[in-house]
């Protein structure tokens, strides 16, 4: 899952969910819709969202897309990048035992030459263990082109961490 957030409040300070982009073990896509916020938009961070004032003219609105996300991510393991901040726009709190951080997941940064006690952007773990290239250009970042560079992440580790947890279940 990744998704993307726009500012509100005074400043623009406040982060709010204006994408979110759920895809399958396979990549295939489960969601992706714009959201509206329930509060007026003050900056778009488009340079970062890829959010623009167009994408929300048919927005879903925020109550309607929260419930449709938290019913696809009932009961299942979800995997993000710093997912916190997408829970945290989603007004959410997902299991612990059912959340894969890749931010947050030291084989991954091993694997990479990475520190392990340290986040380490998507994009650098996608271009050193995937050798691929993601949020290029100056529009914005893909929520899905980040929900899938994140799966395919996890499944670099995903035996030997699965096997971590089930050895340590107290950590994430």
């Known amino acids: ?55 929300m003219l048919n927005a879903v609105p925020f109550g309607s897309a929260q419930r449709e996300i938290l019913r696809i991510l009932a009961g299942k393991v979800v995997v993000g990048h710093a997912i916190y901040n997408d829970f945290k726009a989603l007004k959410y709190f997902h299991p612990k035992e059912l959340t894969r951080d890749t931010s947050k997941i030291p084989l ?7 520190p392990e006690n340290v986040a380490i952007s998507l994009k650098r773990l996608v271009k050193e263990l ?13 929520s899905v082109e980040d929900a899938r560079a994140t799966m395919e992440l996890y499944k670099v580790v995903e035996a030997e961490w699965e096997q971590h947890l089930l050895l340590n279940p107290e950590q994430e």
């Open 1 to 55: 899952m990744d998704c993307e957030m726009v500012g509100t409040g005074p400043g623009g300070r406040t982060s709010a969910l204006a994408r979110c982009s759920i895809v399958g073990y396979g990549g295939d896509v489960l969601y992706d819709r714009y959201v509206r916020p329930a509060a007026p938009i003050v900056d778009y961070r488009t340079r970062w969202s890829g959010i623009r004032r167009h994408h």
């Open 108 to 114: 991954l940064n091993r694997r990479g030459g990475f």
């Open 130 to 142: 995937l050798h691929k290239d993601i949020q290029v250009g100056k529009s914005g970042h893909s």
